[in-house]
Structures are given as C-alpha cells and as structure tokens.
C-alpha cells in the first residue's frame, strides 16, 4: 500500500489519495488538478508520474488519456473500472524503458468537442490551455513524437478526433471502442439550424476528416473493439476509409463487449502501440 501525495500547482485544488499499487515497492504518483476553462469554469484532471519522476530529472512521454460518456477525470483511475494506476505500474515495473506520464481529463459530455451553440469550447480548452498547463508543470516531452492520445468509447471518439484535427501534435492514437456513430449524429431535417448544424456535425465527423488529411502518414491509428461491442460497425468504417486512403491504421477485433473488462486488457495494448510494438 502507498500513498498517493499530492503537490502544490498554480490555480489547482489538490486533494491526496491512498491507492493499492500492483506491488509494495512502486512509487508511481496520481496528482489531481483544476485549471480554468476559457469561461472561467474548472476542469478537473488527474495525472499518473511514474515511478522514478520525483526523484531524477528526466523528461517523460505523455499519454493524454480520455474517459467515455458519463464518466470523468477519475474512472480511469478507479478501483472499481479503471484500474490503470495498477496496470501502468505494472507495465512500467517490466518494461522501464517505456515510463510516461499519462494526463486523464474531465470532458463531462461534451464529446471532446466545442459543443454546439454553447460557449462551452471544450477543445479550444484542450489544445490552447490544458496541454500547455501540463507541458509547463510537468517535465514532458513536447515534441510530436513524444505526445499520444488514447480512449475509449465517447474518448475513443475524442481520441480520433484530436489526432485528426492536430496531426501535427501527435504522433499516435490508440482508440478504444470509439462511438463513431454516436459521435458524429446528422441533425433531422425538421430541426432548427438545420444547415448550421450539419455543417457542424460534418466538421466533426472523423470519417469526412480522413479525406483532409494532407500528410496520410502524420499519425498512426490503432482500433481495438469487442466482437460483440455495439460500436464496431462506425469503427470497422473508420478503419475502411483509412484503409481506402492508405492512413495508418490496424483494427483488432477481440472477444468481448462495450465493458471495463475490455478496455483494462486495451491499456498495456495501447502501451505497446505507442512504444512502436503492434497490439
């Protein structure tokens, strides 16, 4: 058992954590933090230092790694879904050369996106604020090559949507049962701002955006959905148009459904992607 301590960062609320690790000799750190929205609002978010970050100089990789509907910054990190405190430590424990410092957002549910008709810019937040917060606070590596995303289901939207949107940010994306076709839902026709709204869900749709990828090989996708996941079928068109237009991109079909049984198996996966190994 090991305590989680908490640090003091400029315009965050910290709080402290005891968290069982996989075994009694990890030292890996879970931080909580707040930083405001660009309406004033706070954003909550958790991030995971490895093993060793307290204690040396080095800069790290890092992951951002983003929840799904209904969830927050903390379901990544729960005992009861999550788990990831455990299976990084675990997966760092054996493979060292591999340590990154994994930043989990909350994103309520906003899809990852400026939300429509809102003053709600959850991704200009994401890419003007949170991740030059981290980059500032955190010793991180900031080159594109350094930097990943990963998700699951609304996050494994989000997950695409990101490297899609700033190819030059990331240099991969590891997508977890990602709700495509939840995430990118045409408006009916008898609805009001009926043009607007198209035009915004299209602009949003991480099918479209593949079409607009100048540099195909900018980033190098990974998707990992159960059999029986009610989301393979927007995954599996993902997938074919990327295909189609020869992006980067393995899809891994595993037994299994749209479950934390699922995605606790993704992690080291996703791990192992990011570290240039094939899931």
Not at 45 to 58: A, H, K, M, R, W
Not at 64 to 83: I, N, P, Q, V
């Amino acid at each position: 058992m090991k305590t989680i301590k908490s640090s003091l960062i400029a315009l965050f609320f910290l709080a402290s954590a005891l968290i069982v690790g996989a075994t009694q000799n990890f030292a890996s750190e879970l931080v909580k933090g707040v930083v405001k929205d660009g309406r004033g609002q706070d954003v909550r978010y958790i991030v995971y230092l490895p093993t060793g970050y307290e204690d040396g100089e080095e800069s790290y990789p890092v992951l951002y790694l983003l929840h799904g509907l209904t969830d927050d910054e903390k379901t990544w990190s729960s005992a009861e879904k999550g788990r990831m405190q455990g299976i990084c430590d675990a997966y760092f424990d054996a493979k060292p050369d591999r340590k990154r410092i994994i930043v989990m957002p909350d994103a309520r549910d906003t899809w990852y996106r400026d939300v429509y008709g809102s003053d709600d810019k959850y991704e200009t937040f994401f890419f003007e604020t949170l991740i030059p917060t981290i980059e500032k606070e955190y010793r991180c590596k900031t080159d594109k090559a350094n930097r990943a995303v990963a998700g699951l289901s609304m996050g494994g939207y989000g997950t695409l949507l990101y490297a899609l949107r700033r190819p030059d940010l990331f240099s991969a994306a590891y997508a977890m049962s990602p709700a495509v076709m939840f995430g990118q839902r045409r408006p009916k026709s008898d609805e009001d701002d009926f043009d607007a709204k198209l035009a915004y869900a299209e602009a949003n749709d991480v099918v479209l955006m593949l079409d607009k990828l100048e540099d195909k090989n900018a980033v190098k996708f990974t998707i990992d959905c159960g059999d029986d996941d009610f989301c393979l079928q927007g995954a599996w068109e993902f997938f074919r148009k990327a295909q189609t237009l020869k992006v980067p991109c393995e899809l891994r079909v595993r037994n299994g459904v749209h479950s934390w049984d699922y995605w606790r198996v993704s992690l080291p996966k996703a791990l192992d992607f990011f570290s240039g190994d094939l899931p």
